[in-house]
C-alpha cells in the first residue's frame, strides 16, 4: 500500500502540464470537534493578467491635450509547492480551514519579440476559507457543500530568459485570490469521488525591484476540479485531484483525521 501511494505521488510531481486553488477534501461534513490534516504536492499553472496605462499627446489647432489607454497582456504563473491544509469543525455547522504552501515558481509573460520568462522564484501561499455542508451524503443522493476562501501568494523572481540570452533579475509577483467553489461528492466503499466548480477573481501585482516596469492587473477565472479520495483507513486517506480550464493542475495528499 506504501508503495502504491508513494508511486502516486512520484506521478503528480513530475506532471509536465500543470495554479489552482487545491480543494483536497470532499463535501463530507467533518464531525464536531474534528480536525483533518492534508499534507499535499501541487503541480500548477494558472492564468493572470496585467494592465499598461500608457498616455498619447494630441494636437489641435495649436491645442494640445493627453488622452489615456489601457491595454491588457495575459500571462502565465507555474509553480511546484508543498504544504498543508488544516480543517476544523468546532461547533458542528461551519467549518473552517488554514493553508500554507512553500515552492518555486515561474512567471511567462508576452513581448513584442516572444515570451519572456521569470524563474528561480522562492513562492509562499497562505489561504483561508469557511465551508457549509448544504446537503449530506445518503444512499441515494451525494453531498453537496459550498466554501469561500481568501488566497494570498508571493515569489520572488531571479533570473530572466529572453530570446538574447538570460541576466540576473529583482522582481515579486504577489496575488491575491477570492474565491467561490461548489463541491459535491459520494461515497462508494473506500472510495469517493468528488468535483467541484470554482468561481475566483485573482488581483496581480508585478515589482520590478532592480529598475523600471511594474503592472497589475486582475481576471475573473472559472475552474473544474475533479478528484478521488481513497479512504483506507478510518482516520487515514489518500486524496489525488486535477483541476481544468483557467486552472490547470495535479495534486496529491495524505489526510489524517483528530
Known amino acids: 500500500m506504501t508503495k502504491f501511494f508513494l508511486s502516486v ?15 483536497l477534501n470532499t463535501a463530507h461534513q467533518l464531525r464536531k470537534g474534528e480536525l483533518n490534516l492534508s499534507v499535499y504536492y501541487t503541480n500548477t499553472s494558472r492564468d493572470i493578467n496585467f494592465s499598461i496605462e500608457t498616455a498619447t499627446r494630441v494636437v489641435v489647432g495649436g491645442e494640445s491635450y493627453y488622452t489615456k489607454s489601457l491595454a ?15 480543517n476544523f469543525n468546532p461547533f458542528d455547522g461551519l467549518y473552517y480551514w488554514l493553508k500554507g504552501a512553500f515552492g518555486k515558481s515561474e512567471l511567462k509573460m508576452p513581448t513584442l519579440d516572444g515570451n519572456i520568462k521569470f524563474t528561480d522564484g522562492a513562492r509562499c501561499r497562505f ?26 501568494g508571493r515569489a520572488s523572481l531571479k533570473k530572466l530568459h529572453t530570446n538574447d540570452g538570460d541576466a540576473v533579475a529583482d522582481a515579486v509577483l504577489e496575488n491575491k485570490e477570492y474565491r467561490l467553489a461548489f463541491i459535491g461528492s459520494k461515497r462508494f466503499g473506500v ?10 477573481r485573482i488581483y496581480s501585482d508585478f515589482v520590478n525591484m532592480g529598475g523600471s516596469g511594474n503592472f497589475s492587473g ?26 481544468f480550464l483557467n486552472e490547470r493542475s495535479v495534486s496529491a495528499a495524505i489526510n489524517l483525521v483528530f
Do not use: M
Not at 476559507?129 to 476562501?149: C, Q
Not at 481576471?219 to 489518500?238: H, I, M, Q, W, Y
Open 9 to 23: 505521488f512520484f506521478i503528480a510531481f513530475n506532471f509536465s502540464i500543470l495554479n489552482a486553488s487545491e480543494i
Open 72 to 86: 491588457k497582456f495575459d500571462s502565465e504563473i507555474l509553480y511546484r509547492e508543498v504544504g498543508a491544509k488544516v
Open 127 to 152: 489561504a483561508l476559507g469557511v465551508r457549509k455542508l448544504l446537503f449530506p451524503d445518503t444512499i441515494v443522493t451525494p453531498a453537496l457543500a459550498v466554501e469561500t476562501a481568501f488566497e494570498y
Open 191 to 200: 472510495f469517493e469521488p468528488y468535483g467541484a466548480v470554482k468561481v475566483s
Open 218 to 243: 486582475n481576471v475573473d477565472n472559472v475552474g473544474l476540479t475533479a478528484g478521488l479520495k481513497v479512504n483506507f483507513e478510518p482516520r487515514e486517506s489518500f486524496t489525488i485531484e486535477a483541476s
